[in-house]
């Protein structure tokens, strides 16, 4: 996979700290980006639809998909069970799109050791109170499962030092443009040009 034309982001956060919204409003401005829809055990919330937010599969079909090797990285999140396809993956990288997960820590460390390009970045809350504040009012989830996503939250914080990159997200805006900027960053790095303008630097007898 390291030498496709195309990148990978890897997203991660806490439940509430933002990422899905962050990275929709990229999507939104930059054509060149693109999804990753993963496999998911758990139940579709509010509007979600099958094939678009993510592939709504049984445990059983789920573990068929381990067994083959199907995902590129597969984790148990709040007592269900999230995969990234490789195949899908590896065709757009290949076409030279660039794509972006939002999967949780887990599956961005197993990502980064089967591709060493895949650049890594997690989204923090601003504080404590802010992250609760904004899985309350977002009203998807039972109080339950609200206290089971904060008591992973300090968890998954903490392998936060374990990725290329780190957004605070307390304002949007800023929020948006650090992710652009590093999305743009990646794109003129020398390896990454080399890939997707292999015909120029050839031209020009760079290797």
Do not use: C
């Not at 989830?141 to 290329?164: T, V």
Request: charge should be negative; hydrophobic fraction near 45%; aromatic fraction near 10%.
């Amino acid at each position: 996979m390291d030498n496709f034309p195309g990148n990978l982001f890897v997203v991660a956060a806490p439940s509430g700290a933002g990422k899905s919204s962050l990275v929709k409003a990229l999507m939104e401005l930059d054509a060149k980006v693109r999804p990753s829809v993963s496999h998911t055990t758990r139940q579709p919330r509010g509007q979600e639809k099958h094939g678009r937010e993510y592939f709504f599969v049984s445990l059983p079909e789920f573990d068929q998909m381990v067994e083959s090797n199907a995902f590129l990285e597969w984790a148990n999140v709040h007592g269900q069970r999230y995969g990234t396809s490789r195949k899908a993956i590896e065709d757009r990288i290949a076409q030279g799109a660039d794509v972006i997960l939002e999967i949780d820590f887990q599956g961005a460390i197993q990502v980064k050791k089967l591709f060493a390009n895949a650049v890594l970045i997690f989204i923090l809350p601003p504080s404590w109170e802010e992250l609760k504040s904004r899985l309350h009012n977002r009203g998807e989830d039972a109080p339950d499962i609200i206290d089971l996503r904060l008591q992973n939250a300090a968890d998954e914080m903490a392998q936060a030092k374990e990725f290329d990159y780190v957004i605070i997200n307390e304002l949007f805006e800023t929020a948006l443009f650090d992710l652009k900027a590093i999305v743009h960053a990646q794109r003129l790095k020398y390896l990454a040009q080399r890939r997707a303008r292999a015909d120029i630097f050839q031209a020009l007898n760079i290797t």
